[in-house]
């Protein structure tokens, strides 16, 4: 219910229902063996066993469900493949030694102890008896006990391999920073979100109010030191949707939302500069769902999309969309940057498209701060002006009066 | 008024010569920013305010004032006595008999966009360790002390237009001490990426680029810190110790320090402390400071000092006695704390804490420990035949029956000792009332047999030597004598098993 109903929920990327590709991603070639662990687990029946069993076909039902529950299925993934791979190598490596005695089976310490001492005696004379035995083998040829064991081994070394990536690459770097490698191989740290928010905490006033998207929250609060109205700890649906509803509204009524919120500062991410994907309009449709769950007469999801239904940034998009106050906050002076000279000037490189609205100008914000590859911007809002500007002209008449009036004093 | 200092000539001055003195001054703080707010593209403008004449309590017979400016834009300039101007400088004078304490307010605003950069406060901590390292950590806030700039900052017009924000600073240089090592930049948030190292034979150079570009009235703050090997700095005979550094260090070039503290940590135990600096400090008092392996605290010498330019870039010496025997003491704490961990260890798993005794497990113990004893000594009993078999296939080689009748001899006495403890070993068994018993008796009887068939087969080796039985006979005597001893030895083995 969750997951359809309550869109802060569904716009949670990990709550998405999991590809065949996180599976490979994750479990590699255990997605293959975990069945075979899974049948031999069975044959075995007993009743830890029957644990094992269910516990495995209830992980794959949930781990299918959500990208998230993929969580509950590795432990007994990890487990079954363990078992479909030690019973292979108990087969295929199985050692002609341990034939030999049949009362030596239980592996007590004076087991061990005196077997040495025993075998002195029978130096010479055992082996010719047994050696006698052994024709009666198990038909297994050492060639294919040997490409078995090897194909086995290098499964399991391209696992480890692949292993190691993943948690080097996904798991471990931090999105914080964000580091790219040029074409001869040197790396190149765009460090833009700690920029911005170390400029917040440094040359913002102590008390400032900053409002963002809720991704943002913690961060802001932990690195810039700042108060937030909405972050990670999204409890508060309507107070998300009051955001929602600033940053896709136009500038007038936005600005009395922010307004009464008492904002001080606005922070978005924009990544058209770099092609950075995870930035606030790719986030844009979200917004605008929450913001719809709790105000559906002032916002419609289907006021920013083309007649056609979809979703652009140049010219042919909706005009809602192109004055709304995240696109202006996004584009800003974007549409007289050229970032090289096969493209034209505001052509945004995440979406790949050329922006529409290139003249954007702001009556009641004022840039702040944006970092050096554009990618947080930030913008403060400014106090209401001394005088209301007039909305009619000044009355203009043509009665001249008839005769300079003179005291008559 | 003002503040007057005394300057002492190498060799006096005798009526009529002449000397030259050159006087230095450095002044912070007096190029006030006009206007005061700016947007990002305009220039600074800034005021310079001072004297036109020579500031002297004698009489100046030919003064001439020179200014010399950052650039050639100059708004506007006081003219007394028909200044000339070139490019960037303003020429005022010569003017003549100048009566001692006479000032006249000199005023240029002119355009300079050099970095106004102030370290607002810097803390300087120097931790000395006899061990062979120096750690040095700076932590500085620094402020942009030029126009503030108003209205707001467009990142494009930065990039883009090049005369976009040019008295904001981008980057400046530190140079640290040429052997420093293990550099780090950082800040309350993480390490600082903008950095660059580079590494000359004498000095060490760090290119330094705050988070963000700095404009008027924008602050930061950071960390910077490195290690230097102690031999350069720390002069010791004796007992005695020198530590001679520099008070403050290089930060940029013109540096403006508006409050700087440093604190210096010497090792424990550093008596008789003695500090020597070449300028007025405000020394605070002593205080101790706790790191690690320490038990009663580091002294740590704290100065303070307000308003240092570059010129003040210079060495402190700090002098303290320090007793060499004191170093062993964090060796010796660490190697203690081991010490008594492994000792309680050792003494606590040899204590027995259970509440009751358990009369069957403890039975079980005591059994399982003599049937080990048991085992052994059957073991080596049947190494002792093995032995015996060896001594005959000698014999039948070298025929000499003195070796065959010593190894026998032995056989037997080693056969005899190890019954007895077996038959001990056996009625201990008994006493505990296990079964196992019967099961040594076993043994024992079978072993009897095995020591028969053992003299059997040296009686034969004997025999077959003395010529008296045939060879094909002794063989098949041979076999049978061993079929029966395998026989009897595997039953030996089945009944140990058992055990």
């Given amino acids: 219910y969750a997951k359809i109903h309550i869109p802060i929920i569904a716009s949670v990327s990990e709550h998405q229902p999991t590809t065949w590709v996180s599976f490979f991603f994750d479990l590699h070639i255990l997605v293959c063996t975990f069945p075979a662990g899974l049948w031999f687990c069975i044959k075995n029946i007993n009743d830890e066993r029957v644990f094992v069993a269910l516990y495995a076909i209830s992980a794959v039902y949930f781990a299918g469900v959500m990208v998230r529950l993929m969580l509950t299925l590795t432990p007994v993934v990890c487990m079954l493949s363990a078992i479909a791979f030690s019973n292979v190598f108990e087969r295929y490596l199985g050692d002609d030694m341990k034939r030999e005695n049949p009362p030596i089976e239980d592996s007590s310490d004076e087991d061990d102890k005196r ?153 978005i991410i924009f990544g058209g500069v770099i092609g950075y994907s995870g930035d606030d309009i790719n986030k844009f449709l979200w917004m605008v769902r929450i913001a719809e769950g709790e105000h559906p007469k002032d916002i419609r999801e289907s006021d920013y999309f083309t007649p056609q239904g979809e979703f652009r940034v140049d010219k042919a998009g909706s005009p809602t969309l192109l004055n709304c106050l995240m696109y202006k906050m996004s584009y800003y002076r974007f549409g007289e940057m050229q970032l090289d000279f096969r493209t034209p000037p505001g052509f945004d490189r995440t979406r790949n498209a050329e922006i529409g609205n290139k003249d954007i100008k702001f009556k009641h914000l004022e840039e702040a701060f944006t970092s050096e590859h554009w990618l947080v911007r930030i913008y403060k809002v400014k106090q209401l002006d001394n005088r209301e500007t007039l909305d009619h002209k000044p009355r203009v008449t043509n009665i001249v009066p008839k005769q300079k009036y003179l005291s008559k004093k | 008024s003002g503040k007057f200092f005394s300057v002492k000539l190498p060799s006096p001055l005798a009526p009529g010569a002449k000397v030259r003195v050159s006087v230095e001054m450095v002044f912070t703080h007096v190029l006030q920013p006009y206007p005061t707010h700016i947007t990002q593209s305009e220039k600074q403008f800034v005021v310079f305010e001072g004297n036109h004449y020579f500031y002297s309590p004698y009489v100046t017979k030919t003064q001439t004032t020179r200014v010399k400016l950052a650039s050639r834009n100059v708004e506007s300039y006081t003219k007394l006595g028909n200044p000339s101007r070139t490019e960037d400088m303003i020429e005022y004078g010569p003017f003549k008999d100048i009566p001692p304490y006479s000032q006249d307010t000199l005023k240029v605003h002119y355009e300079n966009n050099s970095p106004f950069l102030t370290i607002t406060s810097m803390t300087r901590v120097i931790e000395v360790s006899h061990w062979g390292n120096i750690a040095v950590e700076e932590t500085v806030d620094l402020k942009h002390t030029g126009a503030v700039l108003k209205g707001p900052f467009s990142r494009y017009d930065y990039q883009r237009q090049p005369d976009s924000g040019i008295s904001s600073v981008k980057s400046f240089k530190t140079i640290l001490p040429a052997a420093a090592q293990d550099v ?64 403050v260090d290089h930060v940029f070039d013109e540096q403006v320090t508006d409050s700087l503290t440093v604190k210096i940590v010497l090792p424990e135990g550093a008596k008789n402390i003695h500090v020597d600096s070449p300028y007025e400090i405000n020394r605070a008092l002593d205080e101790l400071h706790y790191t690690y392996l320490d038990t009663f605290g580091r002294p740590v010498i704290v100065a303070h000092k307000s308003n240092l330019v570059e010129q003040h870039i210079q060495d402190i010496v700090v002098h303290y006695t320090f007793n060499k025997i004191l170093m062993l003491q964090e060796p010796l704490l660490v190697v203690g704390a081991f010490y008594i961990l492994f000792f309680t260890v050792i003494v606590y798993v040899r204590l027995d804490f259970s509440i009751t005794k358990d009369p069957a497990a403890e039975a079980r113990m005591k059994v399982a420990c003599i049937t080990e004893q048991v085992l052994t000594l059957v073991n080596k009993r049947l190494g002792l035949y093995r032995h015996f078999d060896e001594a005959v296939n000698k014999y039948k080689q070298s025929r000499d029956i003195s070796t065959l009748n010593s190894g026998k001899k032995s056989l037997e006495m080693e056969h005899k000792a190890l019954t007895n403890e077996i038959a001990s070993l056996q009625s201990k068994l008994k006493t505990e009332g296990s079964d196992l018993c019967d099961k040594v008796s076993e043994i024992q009887k079978l072993d009897g047999q095995v020591k028969e068939l053992v003299l059997k087969s040296s009686v034969e080796a004997e025999r077959l030597v003395a010529g008296k039985l045939k060879k094909d006979t002794y063989i098949e005597n041979e076999k049978m004598h061993s079929n029966k001893r395998q026989d009897l030895v595997s039953k030996i083995d089945n009944i140990l098993d058992a055990l």
């Fill in chain 1, 115 to 267: 077997n040495p001492g025993n075998l002195y005696d029978k130096a010479g004379k055992v082996r010719k008896h047994v050696s006698e035995q052994e024709k009666t083998e198990e038909g297994l040829g050492p060639n294919i006990k040997n490409i078995v064991t090897m194909l086995m081994l290098m499964l399991l070394m391209m696992f480890a391999v692949h292993c190691t990536w993943v948690t080097s690459n996904a798991y471990s770097s931090p999105s914080v920073v964000l580091a790219s490698y040029n074409h001869d191989g040197t790396r190149n740290i765009l460090d833009d979100f700690r920029e911005a928010y170390y400029w917040l905490r440094q040359n913002t006033d102590e008390h400032a109010r900053v409002m963002s998207w809720w991704d943002y929250g913690y961060q802001i609060a932990g690195m810039a030191n700042r108060t937030t109205l909405v972050d990670n700890n999204t409890w508060n649906n309507s107070h998300i949707a009051l955001v929602g509803k600033a940053m896709s509204s136009n500038e007038s009524a936005a600005y009395e939302i922010m307004r009464s919120l008492d904002v001080d500062y606005v922070l």
């Fill in chain 2, 184 to 247: 780090y930049y950082r800040d309350e948030i993480g390490n600082i990426s903008t950095s660059h190292l580079l590494v000359l034979d004498d000095s060490v150079e760090m290119e330094i680029r705050p988070r963000f570009p700095l404009f008027g009235g924008w602050k930061t703050h950071y960390i910077i810190g490195y290690n230097l090997p102690s031999y350069e700095y720390l002069y010791s005979l004796g007992d005695q110790y020198a530590l001679k550094m520099r008070f």
